[in-house]
Structure formats: C-alpha cells, structure tokens
C-alpha cells in the first residue's frame, strides 16, 4: 500500500527562483517513474518576453499560467505527477489544490543571497535579475501550517533532498 501510495500522490515542488525545484523534481519524477510538468513550459509568450525584461509578473499575469497548470495536474493526477512551480502565495496553492485534492508540496527554503547567486550563475535562462529574485521574495507567503507540505532546506545535497522527499510521501503522512 505505501508503495502504491509514493507512486500517486501528485506533488509540486516550490519556491522561489534558484531554489532547485527543476533538479529536485526531476530526481523525485525518475525516482517514482512519474510524469515531471515544469511549470514555465506553461507561462505564455508574454509573461515570458516581461520575464526576460527583468519585469515581474502580477496575479493577473499569473492567472492564465494557474489555469493551465490545474488543467495538466487534473489530467495526470492519478499518475503521481511531479510539477514544479514556484506556487508563492496560499492562493495559487490552493487554485493547484482545488484540481488535485490531496495534492502535496515539497517548498524549498533558500535566502535571498543564495537564490540571487544561483540565479546570476544560470546562462541563457528567462529569469533576469535580481530584481525578479527580490519581487519573488517579496511576494512569497511562505506554506507554514499549510496541510500537504514539507519543508526542505535548499542548501542540502540533491540526493539528501530526493530521499526526503520519497520517504515524506511513502509515510503516507500529509503533515
């Protein structure tokens, strides 16, 4: 049963620009043999050209995105997808809640500095500047007491964090 139950559960891994939700949730999709949604594949070409312009995106900007990522957890739910987003207000969480109930999130917790380093290192990513990493931390409502989430120290190795990961969702424990 807890295999079965690793195998299904949807998870979003999330936070802020930098924090390695692709790396991460690249090794928990292979690891579960699941479906891995990178949510910028779902921005639209003008959330992208604002992004690139070092301009942030508003909730407006956002909504379209939201959509279409419930849209893509409704459709593969049931095959323990793993999205990334960076999900960073309750609200857009919730949106992702309401099309996949008992849908999980594994949030990254970085500092800013360490986020705008990662960042700055990245060649030829849409994400420009600084100024995005500092709108991302100011627009973040961190998940604390939030049912579903796991709480991940960014700094840690990528195999230290996929292995807490599996084993959170084979404890079967929404906490």
């Known amino acids: 049963m807890q295999i079965q139950a690793i195998r299904t559960v949807p998870l979003v891994v999330m936070g802020v620009s930098g924090c390695g939700k692709s790396s991460l949730a690249a090794a928990v999709a292979a690891a579960r043999g699941a479906p891995l949604i990178e949510a910028d594949a779902h921005h639209s070409p003008a959330n992208l050209d604002k992004m690139r ?36 207000k309750r609200a857009y969480r919730d949106r992702l809640r309401a099309a996949a109930p008992g849908l999980r999130f594994a949030f990254l917790q970085i500092s800013r500095e360490e986020a705008g380093r990662r960042v700055a290192s990245r060649a030829g990513h849409f994400f420009a500047g600084a100024g995005l990493v500092d709108n991302q931390f100011a627009t973040l409502e961190p998940p604390v007491g939030e049912p579903g989430v796991l709480t991940l120290d960014a700094a840690l190795p990528l195999d230290t964090l996929c292995q807490q990961v599996l084993a959170w969702l084979n404890a079967g424990d929404p906490a």
Do not use: E, K, N
């Open 53 to 88: 312009q070092g301009i942030a995106l508003t909730d407006a900007d956002r909504a379209g995105w939201l959509d279409s990522l419930a849209q893509a957890l409704l459709q593969a739910r049931s095959q323990g997808v793993v999205m990334t987003c960076s999900a960073l």
